[in-house]
């Protein structure tokens, strides 16, 4: 049995400690066993004590301040070295560290594998999810960040194309660095869904993730203002995710200013957002920064027609007029025009979306990504 060290920093809420979750899941089937560590206790912790997975919880440091500005840049910068110190000693007391077979850290932002990966020199399996830290969303604490990931990594997995080129064309070895996609688990089967063939009088259109800046949702927003009344009429806009309050004043402001509140819902965090996918038309992924787009995926799962900003690695899962539509980011006026198209041309609408189903099962099902996942794995255990 391989015991190894898997750091989860945040809760699940986010994509990717879902992605986790579904990997642990598959382990089972393995002679892999993760040891579970979160940054602080929550419902992921939760989820390992009813299932019975070993797991604790350590502060230990992270690469960004979280976006609190330039004082939370500044305590973060100097606590980085002391909180992984306390994580690191926290941790001998509670495991034999020479019974672990490498550490996997599950984003770019978890410090703590890098650290043990230089203190002790257990080999560091590190799955780069996010674009924030590369792309001037939230400055990294660390100076040239690409370089200390190589010099404190064993491996480094990216979730697309689009952030492998990034750190190879930043200095790190191209031998070091491979994207494997994330997969999906999802509750139903390719083509399981009618694509209707009879024009529907009005379309709906949800919008999942984190309602925040960084997510983009106050774009969706905007567009929706700038609709007239009658092109409103014929569209339901439905937001699920937990609105944080960087939006929630200004997101307030627009609906009521606009009159927004007939055609506009929030229904806030759902745990079983997939089964409530296929029962809508358009899915709309604003964000700004996307390391791959786990919701996105999941829109293309469930047959609906994406429309998406064409940011970081969106257009690695559609191709625009392909298999979904891609506007500008920020272009709420660009947003509008497809949302138009859609209504107007929905034969094409459910064409698209046809093929968006077709390509996540043949590229992003769960069972694809655990197989690549597992052979790196074995890789690692193999030099050790």
């Given at each position: 049995?391989?015991?190894?060290?898997?750091l989860?920093?945040?809760?699940?809420?986010?994509g990717?400690?879902l992605?986790?979750?579904?990997?642990?899941?598959?382990?089972?089937?393995?002679n892999?066993?993760?040891?579970?560590?979160?940054?602080h206790?929550?419902?992921?912790?939760?989820?390992?004590?009813?299932?019975?997975?070993?797991?604790?919880h350590?502060?230990?440091?992270?690469?960004?301040?979280?976006?609190?500005?330039?004082?939370?840049?500044l305590?973060?910068?100097?606590?980085?070295?002391?909180?992984n110190?306390?994580?690191?000693?926290?941790?001998?007391r509670?495991?034999?560290?020479n019974?672990?077979?490498?550490?996997?850290?599950n984003?770019a932002?978890?410090?703590?594998?890098?650290?043990?990966h230089?203190?002790?020199?257990i080999?560091?399996?590190?799955?780069?999810?996010?674009f924030?830290?590369?792309?001037?969303?939230?400055?990294?604490?660390v100076?040239?960040l690409?370089?200390?990931?190589?010099?404190?990594?064993?491996?480094?997995?990216?979730?697309?194309?689009a952030?492998?080129?990034?750190?190879?064309?930043?200095g790190?070895?191209?031998?070091?660095?491979?994207?494997?996609?994330?997969g999906?688990?999802?509750?139903?089967k390719?083509?399981?869904?009618?694509?209707?063939?009879?024009?529907?009088?009005?379309?709906?259109?949800?919008?999942?993730?984190?309602?925040?800046?960084l997510?983009?949702q106050?774009t969706?927003?905007?567009?929706?203002?700038?609709?007239t009344?009658?092109?409103?009429s014929?569209f339901?806009?439905?937001?699920?995710?937990?609105?944080?309050?960087?939006?929630?004043?200004?997101l307030?402001?627009?609906?009521?200013?606009?009159?927004?509140e007939?055609c506009i819902?929030?229904?806030?965090?759902?745990?079983?957002?997939?089964?409530?996918?296929?029962n809508?038309d358009?899915?709309?992924?604003?964000?700004?920064?996307e390391?791959?787009?786990?919701?996105?995926?999941?829109?293309?799962?469930?047959g609906?027609?994406?429309i998406?900003?064409?940011?970081?690695?969106?257009?690695?899962?559609i191709?625009?007029?392909?298999?979904?539509?891609?506007?500008?980011?920020?272009?709420?006026?660009e947003?509008?025009k497809?949302?138009?198209?859609?209504?107007q041309?929905?034969?094409?609408?459910y064409?698209?979306?046809?093929?968006?189903?077709?390509?996540?099962?043949?590229h992003?099902?769960?069972?694809i990504?655990?197989?690549?996942?597992?052979e790196?794995?074995?890789q690692i255990?193999?030099?050790?």
């Open positions: 049995m391989k015991r190894f060290l898997y989860i920093e945040i809760d699940l809420t986010s990717a400690s992605c986790a979750l579904e990997l642990i899941k598959q382990l089972k089937k393995t892999f066993r993760p040891i579970v560590v979160t940054q206790k929550n419902d992921f912790n939760d989820f390992c004590d009813n299932n019975g997975i070993e797991n604790y350590f502060h230990y440091a992270r690469i960004c301040s979280l976006g609190m500005g330039k004082i939370g840049w305590i973060a910068f100097f606590l980085r070295p002391f909180l110190f306390i994580a690191f000693k926290r941790l001998e509670k495991i034999n560290l019974t672990i077979s490498f550490v996997h850290s984003g932002s978890i410090d703590f594998g890098a650290y043990l230089k203190k002790i020199g080999s560091h399996f590190w799955h780069v999810r996010d924030f830290l590369f792309d001037k969303k939230w400055p990294p604490l100076k040239n690409p370089n200390y990931m190589s010099k404190n990594a064993t491996k480094i997995i990216t979730v697309s194309k952030l492998e080129n990034y750190l190879i064309s930043n790190c070895p191209q031998n070091k660095v491979q994207t494997i996609y994330d999906v688990a999802v509750p139903f390719p083509s399981e869904r009618s694509f209707s063939k009879i024009k529907k009088d009005v379309l709906y259109v949800v919008c999942v993730g984190q309602i925040c800046q997510k983009g106050i969706l927003v905007e567009t929706i203002s700038k609709m009344d009658e092109e409103r014929h339901k806009f439905v937001f699920f995710g937990e609105i944080k309050r960087d939006v929630k004043e200004e307030a402001k627009k609906i009521k200013e606009f009159k927004l007939q819902e929030f229904k806030g965090y759902s745990k079983n957002i997939l089964s409530n996918l296929t809508y358009i899915g709309v992924q604003p964000s700004h920064s390391g791959f787009s786990r919701v996105t995926a999941e829109y293309m799962a469930a609906l027609c994406v998406a900003a064409e940011e970081g690695a969106i257009p690695e899962l191709q625009h007029n392909e298999n979904g539509l891609l506007y500008e980011d920020y272009n709420s006026q947003l509008k497809y949302l138009l198209f859609c209504y041309n929905q034969s094409q609408m064409a698209l979306a046809k093929k968006a189903q077709q390509k996540f099962f043949s992003y099902d769960i069972e990504n655990f197989s690549h996942i597992l790196q794995y074995n255990v193999a030099k050790n």
